[in-house]
């Protein structure tokens, strides 16, 4: 497969690129870091272009130069992102909580709206993988704006599900769980005063176990560029939690009901006596 990673340099990107090499895929890396190193590891399947995807203008130029090398592209995995302003909500610096929202929420968006045209030309069935996390599916204290930014990034791919069914694409968020990153290094930093006393103290317990859920993700993500996930589309898959592996043999109600996306919950599906009409 023609594989475009963004936010490839670093973290669980570079993971995923490193996995996708070695098992022959073609991927294009696109970060603001430069990766020469894995152009050194992989000179025959592996391109890079340091871009900032945030900035529509660099990615149309990115996308007409792999236009030019490659025609059409087979899957997008976007994991550039950044986890940017963490404070308590009244004292946090609104420059930065706008950049952290804007750069998550506009990276995701702007590479998946510059790449449909090179998608919907590929062969095979189109593939788009989107980053969700901590945030997205309940409060996140302390990280408000990038919580509210995945959050945004699981809607974004629902609502395109929607809009291209008749497509043959097919376009998830995965929520990774928590992984050894920089980002967790950034949580240790912060400290309890910022990052808050339970996030502070489950990075620590992360950074000392040494286990996360890495080797699942990469596996979700194999299993998302395969055949076997086709037609399952517009949902919120947890790497560690969800038994995906599955998921095919439930098409059906994958595609029918609203399990596995982000909804309103009313009182009458609780239980409750109160608050419905």
């Known amino acids: 497969m023609k594989i475009i990673i963004t936010g490839s340099s670093v973290g669980i990107g570079r993971a995923?690129?490193?996995?996708?090499?070695?098992?022959?895929?073609?991927?294009?890396?696109?970060?603001?870091?430069d990766q020469s190193d894995l152009k050194a590891l992989y000179p025959a399947n592996f391109h890079s272009t340091q871009t900032d995807v945030a900035d529509w203008n660099q990615v149309e130029k990115l996308v007409s130069n792999i236009s030019s090398m490659w025609g059409s592209v087979d899957a997008l995995i976007t994991c550039a992102g950044l986890q940017g302003e963490i404070a308590p909500l009244e004292e946090t610096n609104p420059a930065q909580w706008s950049h952290t929202v804007t750069s998550n929420i506009n990276g995701t968006f702007?590479?998946?709206?510059?790449?449909?045209?090179?998608?919907?030309?590929?062969?095979?069935?189109?593939?788009?993988?989107?980053?969700?996390?901590?945030?997205?599916?309940?409060?996140?204290?302390?990280?408000?704006?990038y919580a509210a930014a995945k959050t945004a990034i699981v809607r974004l791919i629902e609502t395109a599900a929607d809009e291209w069914k008749d497509q043959h694409i097919d376009i998830n968020a995965v929520a990774p769980g928590r992984i050894n990153t920089a980002m967790m290094d950034e949580i240790i930093a912060k400290g309890p005063g910022d990052a808050g006393i339970d996030e502070y103290a489950a990075a620590l317990k992360q950074k000392a176990d040494g286990k996360d859920s890495l080797p699942e993700v990469l596996l979700l993500v194999e299993w998302l560029l395969?055949?076997?996930?086709?037609?399952?589309t517009g949902k919120i898959i947890s790497a560690p939690w969800d038994r995906w592996e599955e998921w095919s043999q439930h098409l059906n109600e994958l595609k029918t009901t609203d399990i596995y996306t982000l909804r309103r919950i009313t009182g009458k599906e609780r239980g409750s006596t109160w608050g419905d009409k």
Request: with cysteine; charged share 20%.
């Open 226 to 232: 395969s055949s076997k996930s086709n037609g399952i």
């Open 110 to 145: 702007f590479s998946i709206r510059g790449f449909y045209d090179l998608l919907i030309k590929s062969a095979q069935k189109t593939k788009i993988i989107c980053f969700s996390g901590g945030g997205a599916t309940k409060s996140r204290p302390y990280f408000s704006a």
């Open 16 to 33: 995923i690129a490193k996995k996708l090499l070695s098992n022959d895929h073609q991927v294009w890396g696109v970060a603001r870091r």
